[in-house]
């Protein structure tokens, strides 16, 4: 059985703790998950890092950028916190970033005084008590992939919604992606936790879940009796279907997503029809070479479909340009499958090589410049193509999910 959640914020003289989270969603849960074991530990959480004994940074390393960035606002932080308070605080580095550069990392962050990568974290309370009384650094990268994935236990801050992990770690291997080499294999969390958690979600207070995966859709594939992700939202509408909740699920990879997942959305009265469903690339020549696994055809006929069955329906996507080798042609097929879709969020970047990626070998790489042009084309046609689905919305009356009241 999970265990408990413990959802207050603790405040004591006790040693005190912040995390920083950097990157994505999964990360930010993982963070309330680090919380939660380092206040189980007896370390109390401090409202800001400027307060913390304790500086705890979770980090991504999904583009170069977001580590160049990192680093820096890592190392300009612990500069601040030394400045005005005199002392320096211990410093702990976790995540993709960790798993990534391992003992390299220290070069980056000087003052790091524990290093851990995507695994092990229910060490790091021990691990911090032992560099106390230490003078060197620590590192751990446990290597044990078929670990089953049992996070449970978030100490949460916000009150509007809940992070729900089903899923961790990638068996895609898309070309230009590093996720799966710094998280380790898919492993879904059982339905009983799953269930549990979701419990204690709405007894504290909470009216929106949101199930987190790298691929939600994969759900169960590396579970006894291989139950599908489409059982899971089934099982979960007939627990809490009566309630007056918003259930939401990312991320959705498009070789997976299955037409009965979206009849399951449709048939609910708890899943809100948004589906986060990156396209990456518009071209079926840049597709096979992202290893993606679907065509441009593939692609739009499950949006059609999805279109279709929700008239009001949200798509969210990603889109990545300058893909080594990626021609004037082949954007054009991007921005065709964009004007076509009519994506209502979408987040874009300019491609940059990974370490381990097969994509990183390819030597056709396209100019900065160009990236940055055809990212700003991109950005500009999808601005002018949410504006006019916003004006189609105007004077329509739309259901509100009620968060907190204020005033008599």
Not at 54 to 81: G, P, S, W
Not at 161 to 174: E, S, W
Not at 199 to 225: A, H, P, T
């Amino acid at each position: 059985m999970a265990r408990k959640y413990r959802f207050e914020r603790k405040m004591s003289k006790r040693t005190s703790f912040r995390v920083i989270t950097f990157g994505c969603q999964m990360n930010k849960s993982r963070s309330e998950h680090l919380s939660y074991l380092l206040s189980q530990s007896g370390f109390a959480c401090a409202s800001c890092p400027e307060e913390a004994d304790i500086l705890v940074f979770n980090t991504c390393a999904v583009r170069e950028h977001a580590v160049e960035r990192a680093t820096n606002a890592m190392n300009q932080m612990i500069r601040d916190i030394i400045s005005r308070r005199g002392n320096t605080p211990i410093v702990v580095v976790c995540g993709c970033m960790s798993e990534l550069l391992q003992e390299k990392l220290a070069q980056k962050i000087p003052l790091a005084k524990i290093v851990v990568g995507t695994r092990g974290w229910e060490f790091i309370p021990a691990l911090l008590q032992e560099v106390s009384t230490r003078e060197e650094k620590a590192f751990l990268f446990p290597k044990e992939e078929n670990t089953p994935f049992l996070e449970t236990g978030y100490l949460r801050e916000q009150r509007t919604f809940a992070y729900l992990p089903i899923t961790y770690g990638c068996d895609n291997f898309c070309s230009y992606c590093v996720v799966p080499y710094v998280t380790g294999k898919q492993r879904s969390k059982p339905e009983t936790l799953i269930i549990q958690e979701f419990q204690d979600i709405l007894e504290n207070g909470f009216r929106e879940v949101i199930l987190l995966g790298q691929n939600v859709n994969s759900y169960g594939k590396d579970l006894e009796g291989r139950p599908t992700f489409e059982q899971l939202l089934e099982r979960i509408e007939r627990l809490f279907g009566k309630e007056k909740i918003w259930v939401r699920f990312i991320t959705s990879h498009p070789r997976d997503m299955r037409k009965s997942i979206v009849e399951r959305v449709k048939e609910s009265n708890i899943l809100c029809p948004y589906f986060h469903f990156p396209l990456q690339a518009g071209s079926d020549r840049i597709l096979t070479l992202m290893n993606r696994g679907y065509t441009q055809r593939d692609y739009l006929e499950m949006a059609d479909f999805i279109r279709n069955t929700f008239p009001d329906v949200g798509i969210g996507t990603d889109i990545i340009v300058g893909f080594p080798g990626e021609t004037e042609e082949d954007f054009r097929e991007t921005l065709k499958v964009v004007e076509r879709v009519q994506f209502d969020i979408a987040y874009t970047y300019v491609y940059s090589p990974r370490p381990f990626t097969a994509a990183s070998s390819l030597r056709d790489e396209v100019p900065r410049k160009v990236k940055e042009e055809r990212l700003q084309i991109l950005n500009s046609v999808l601005s002018d193509l949410h504006a006019q689905r916003m004006l189609k919305r105007l004077g329509t009356t739309v259901e509100a999910l009620l968060e907190e009241e204020e005033g008599p």
